[in-house]
T-cell receptor, first 110, second 113 residues
Framework: DQQVKQNSPSLSVQEGRISILNCDYTNSMFDYFLWYKKYPAEGPTFLISISSIKDKNEDGRFTVFLNKSAKHLSLHIVPSQPGDSAVYFCAASWTDKLIFGTGTRLQVFP | NAGVTQTPKFRVLKTGQSMTLLCAQDMNHEYMYWYRQDPGMGLRLIHYSVGEGTTAKGEVPDGYNVSRLKKQNFLLGLESAAPSQTSVYFC????????????FGQGTRLTVV
């Protein structure tokens, strides 16, 4: 059973606007949450992370929000750029494991 | 600086054949992971290792074996390949645990016919 879920397989956003990618999880023991970005024919690359004891972490255009009571996190990209077009994976860590979600394909159009 | 290197990049196997995928990292990382990526399923953890000489099962370990005899290498073996193992396989390493940035290889596309 999928412990980390990304219910939107795709998202299309206009350049300059905000992109919001969502992720839900079921395991309350996860202690860190991470976002990875993947371009075709490449391995995923790390984007940003957040500890389970925090509710927000910001790095430039990227902000991750964590709502533990709802078991939900989101990644905000502002402003979105064409180079942000990729597949974004939410991931969670627990007892040495790094568990990934199903991914959301983001397309940023001009 | 090579990072994480996977060998081979592509492979076609017949059902029942065996093969080994090699993952090598030059960053002196303790943790290493093997994932498979399938359409609609995201990345699923097959096996992982927390240090030289250790291995542990992930979410989908059946049909695979692993070994970590040297810190820099993590091998994934398929003893008797099945069409259900057709996938893209990714190896990753991280310095001290899954809460730190993991570095991925470029993937191995495996087709079992």
């Amino acid at each position: 059973d999928q412990q980390v879920k990304q219910n939107s397989p795709s998202l299309s956003v206009q350049e300059g606007r905000i992109s919001i990618l969502n992720c839900d999880y079921t395991n309350s023991m996860f202690d860190y949450f991470l976002w990875y970005k993947k371009y075709p024919a490449e391995g995923p690359t790390f984007l940003i992370s957040i500890s389970s004891i925090k509710d927000k972490n910001e790095d430039g255009r990227f902000t991750v929000f964590l709502n533990k009571s709802a078991k939900h996190l989101s990644l905000h990209i502002v402003p979105s750029q064409p180079g942000d077009s990729a597949v974004y994976f939410c991931a969670a860590s627990w007892t040495d494991k790094l568990i990934f979600g199903t991914g959301t394909r983001l397309q940023v159009f001009p | 600086n090579a990072g994480v290197t996977q060998t081979p990049k592509f492979r076609v196997l017949k059902t029942g054949q065996s093969m080994t995928l090699l993952c090598a990292q030059d960053m002196n990382h303790e943790y290493m992971y093997w994932y498979r990526q399938d359409p609609g399923m995201g990345l699923r953890l097959i096996h992982y290792s927390v240090g030289e000489g250790t291995t542990a099962k992930g979410e989908v370990p059946d049909g695979y074996n692993v070994s970590r005899l040297k810190k820099q290498n993590f091998l994934l073996g398929l003893e008797s390949a099945a069409p259900s193992q057709t996938s893209v396989y990714f190896c990753a390493s991280s310095p001290t645990g899954p809460d730190t940035e993991a570095f991925f290889g470029q993937g191995t596309r495996l087709t079992v016919v």
